[in-house]
Nanobody
Framework: QVQLVESGGGSVQAGRSLTLSCAASGNTGGRYCVAWFRQPPGKEREGFAA???????YYANSVKGRFTVSQVNANNTVYLHMNSLKPEDTAMYYC????????????????????WGQGTQVTVSS
């Protein structure tokens, strides 16, 4: 069993930066794909970034160049560094994880993940 907890959300002005964290606990042995999903109000949840705990990262075009995913293996934490935030980035942000490699097939879907965090709200005002 693995538990994920997101933190770091809040309300910021457009153009500013915010960093979210996804902390894992429990039986965290092995290599995982950890992905970030977001769900704007009234819309479906969608994946936009991921990192394999071996080091490779993945980004959707909507965030590429603005968002960065990183990890600190020592404390089983994945970070999402968000720069140049836009109002359309407003959403509930979730992290998800499963054993094995990342793939765009998985990142584009929200029902094939073993573990989910509870979400953290990010609101960007113009």
């Amino acid at each position: 069993q693995v538990q994920l907890v997101e933190s770091g959300g809040g309300s910021v002005q457009a153009g500013r930066s915010l960093t979210l964290s996804c902390a894992a606990s429990g039986n965290t042995g092995g290599r995982y794909c950890v992905a970030w999903f977001r769900q704007p109000p009234g819309k479906e949840r969608e994946g936009f970034a991921a990192i394999h705990t071996g080091g490779n990262t993945y980004y959707a075009n909507s965030v590429k160049g603005r968002f960065t995913v990183s990890q600190v293996n020592a404390n089983n934490t994945v970070y999402l560094h968000m720069n140049s935030l836009k109002p359309e980035d407003t959403a509930m942000y979730y992290c998800a994880a499963q054993l094995g490699l990342c793939s765009w097939y998985l990142i584009e879907r929200s029902n094939d993940w073993n573990y989910w965090g509870q979400g953290t709200q990010v609101t960007v005002s113009s």
